[in-house]
């Protein structure tokens, strides 16, 4: 009874949402996580179920923000950098050597977690500026650019760890990905406080602006007087930052610092959020909680899958095919073929319409007021 | 003498750096500078080297095609498990020949109809054949057939003394010899070349810009699906899990040989020898016996880093 009750105040706090973003770009996001969700409060049992344990609150939909924070935190980063349009592919590696340094400095060299955790960021920090330097400093293309730390990061991580995998039971490091705040992961007062600084620096300052104009035209704004070389290295900075961060939760939540599988293939999750998210690849405007709506829309595909029992081999393939007709739908391309497509269809129907003898289009309903 | 021409600068650059690579390997290590690892280079690295053939052409015309580890992996399992179940072999390489360039053309298809970006709709590619190779079996499967068996390894050729030319290894030349041969002496390749190059002033020349896309990526899905044919022959086996990121390996030969990212420069060969160069430094890591694997990654990196820097300051002249 109290779970129907919540499902339905649940279903209209959506609602109400969904309803204010009618005429906004991420309407089509977020209406498709909705899409998703109502398929799992009818066909996967147990989806909804919410309960409260030692004070803090489990469930799927709470396992989905939890498992989603890194692709979260990641998606922020990459957002910038694909709205300068550009690419970071490099963000795997860089959560892999973020793992490494903070559980080396735990473990190995005996630190303290806040200087590991310090010493992890910052060399997130300058492998993000790395990047930053290539593509704004010698101007190489950021698929590439990114490409080399890509390659070269993880045996940068392995370097680091030795090869080894270094498991660590540090309280503060375990915390970060594992610990409750407000009856909630703290993964998600993470995700939310870096989601309200970055959209207090791009919305509140003109840097949201300069990052659109560089990606709209580098040449236009730089004539404008625009520091794009400048804008462009601080997202690729910031990436590395985001990046950092999602390692350390990534490496805290098992509570070991793996550097061959940390961040594998996260990159790829974080570049279809802000994809689903509605930001174009080309660069320009950005939707910054789209690209988190974007992340959180993958990571309910992937619970929904597992909670279905498709085995985790498999479920790349509904999971490609679901964001290929995500990305399909925003393209206004493909409404407007699909529209060219059926429109035979309505010229049919109008003509069938037109054989229909008038009266019985327009004949008196029962309730209409008698003459 | 005459000038040359700075589009065969990036191809001299791999050259150089190839024929570097091998010379401190021979110096090195003894054993290092013989027929017998040149011929080995060339087998192990065969499904690889095919591979990348094929993501040449995208490369050239401006795409990128992320999903050819997938398809090796996908093609590998698909042969394996039709010759289990008693198909003849040729039957069973024309289908994954045929489902290569299928799956391809359907990119492609999608990458040109809705003008959808290559590199998100060759990842859903990545994701799509990766997810159906475990469909088809979920673990490796060997491959006992007799042609595997008796006729596969009556193929390879002595070439020099103790130095045996596996049948991988013809079937890879093979293909960078009709991958050099399309790129440069037929219409489609002139076709590819000119939309790498500049896509609006090849629509504005007539070329024919949708067919010959679809045919990039059909092409290319052709080409990974010949390396997940040769993969078996390597092999021996189908595993739907294996060659993770192979698509990475292919894209850093096609670099390190000399073709630009942005599309429209570059030559197949280039690609024949980012291979060896790729393969030559994990034979180096393995010859030295005290290095590890990962060194392997953060040699490739720095080459990458190189090559890309002499293309820009090439390309700035």
């Known amino acids: 009874m109290i779970n129907w009750v919540s499902d339905l105040l649940f279903w209209i706090v959506f609602s109400a949402i969904l309803y204010s973003l009618r005429r906004q770009r991420i309407f089509w996001t977020v209406g498709a996580l909705g899409l998703l969700l109502l398929f799992n409060q009818f066909f996967t049992p147990g989806f909804f179920h919410i309960q409260l344990l030692d004070g803090h609150l489990y469930g799927s939909r709470i396992d989905v923000l939890n498992q989603g924070a890194k692709v979260m935190l990641l998606s922020l980063g990459m957002v910038l950098v694909i709205a300068t349009g550009g690419v970071d592919l490099s963000v795997g590696a860089v959560m892999a050597i973020s793992a490494a340094v903070s559980s080396r400095l735990l473990v190995t060299e005996h630190q303290p977690a806040g200087v590991a955790i310090a010493a992890a960021l910052v060399i997130c920090v300058v492998a993000g500026a790395w990047n930053g330097l290539l593509v704004a400093g010698f101007g190489i293309q950021p698929i590439i650019a990114t490409l080399v730390l890509m390659v070269a990061g993880r045996g940068v991580a392995q370097l680091i760890t030795e090869g080894q995998i270094i498991n660590f039971l540090d309280p503060t490091m375990v915390y970060l990905g594992n610990g409750h705040l407000f009856g909630l992961p703290f993964t998600l007062t993470l995700v939310v406080v870096m989601l309200v600084l970055t959209l207090f620096l791009v919305r509140r300052t003109a840097l949201g602006l300069f990052i659109e104009s560089v990606g709209d035209n580098y040449e236009a704004s730089r004539y404008s007087g625009i520091n794009a070389r400048q804008v462009k290295f601080l997202v690729y900075t910031f990436s590395g930052l985001c990046a950092g961060l999602a390692g350390l939760v990534a490496c805290s939540n098992i509570k070991s610092a793996d550097a061959n599988n940390i961040g594998l293939y996260l990159e790829l999750d974080a570049i279809l959020a802000v994809v689903v998210g509605g930001t174009s690849l080309q660069g320009g405007r950005f939707y910054l909680v789209g690209a988190v709506v974007g992340a959180l829309f993958i990571q309910t595909l992937t619970t929904t899958l597992y909670a279905r029992n498709v085995s985790s081999d498999v479920s790349p393939v509904p999971k490609a095919l679901v964001i290929i007709g995500v990305c399909l739908f925003q393209s206004d391309l493909f409404r407007t073929r699909m529209v060219q497509l059926f429109r035979p269809l309505g010229t049919v129907l109008k003509q069938i319409s037109g054989r229909i003898p008038h009266k019985v289009l327009t004949a008196p309903r029962h309730d209409s007021p008698k003459p | ?317």
């Open chain 2, 1 to 317: 003498m005459t000038r040359l021409n700075p589009k065969y600068i990036p191809l001299l650059a791999t050259a150089v750096v190839l024929i570097l690579v091998f010379a401190t390997g021979s110096v090195l290590y003894p054993n290092f500078g013989t027929p017998r690892v040149i011929v080995n280079l060339l087998g192990d690295n065969a499904f690889v080297g095919i591979a990348a053939v094929g993501e040449s052409f995208v490369i050239l015309s401006g795409g990128i095609d992320l999903s050819v580890g997938s398809m090796v992996a996908f093609i590998g399992i698909l042969i394996a498990s039709l010759l289990q179940g008693g198909c003849d072999p040729f039957l069973a390489m024309s289908i994954a020949l045929g489902l290569g360039s299928l799956a391809g053309a359907v990119m492609g298809c999608l990458i040109y109809f809705f003008e959808m970006p290559p590199f998100l709709v060759t990842l859903a590619g990545l994701f799509c054949l990766r997810g159906l190779g475990f469909v088809i079996h979920p673990e490796s499967i060997a491959i006992d057939h007799p042609f595997y068996a008796e006729v596969l390894p009556q193929l390879s050729v002595l070439v020099a003394p103790k130095a045996v030319l596996p049948f991988t290894a013809m079937c890879f030349l093979g293909c960078v010899i009709a991958g050099t041969l399309v790129a440069g002496f037929t219409r489609f390749g002139r076709n590819v070349y000119a939309i790498g190059s500049s896509e609006s002033s090849a629509r504005l020349m007539g070329t024919p810009i949708g067919r010959t896309k679809i045919c990039t990526y059909a092409l290319a899905g052709f080409f990974a699906a010949g390396g997940g044919i040769v993969s078996t022959f390597y092999m021996q086996s189908g595993n739907p899990a294996s060659f993770v990121g192979l698509e990475l390996d292919a894209i850093a030969s096609v670099v390190i040989g000399g073709t630009l990212l942005t599309g429209g420069v570059g030559f197949v060969p280039g690609t024949l020898m980012g291979v060896l160069i790729l393969g030559l430094i994990q034979t180096m890591i393995t010859f030295n016996g005290t290095l590890n694997s990962w060194w392997t990654k953060i040699f490739i990196g720095g080459l990458l880093l190189v090559f890309i820097v002499l293309q820009r300051l090439i390309a700035r002249r």
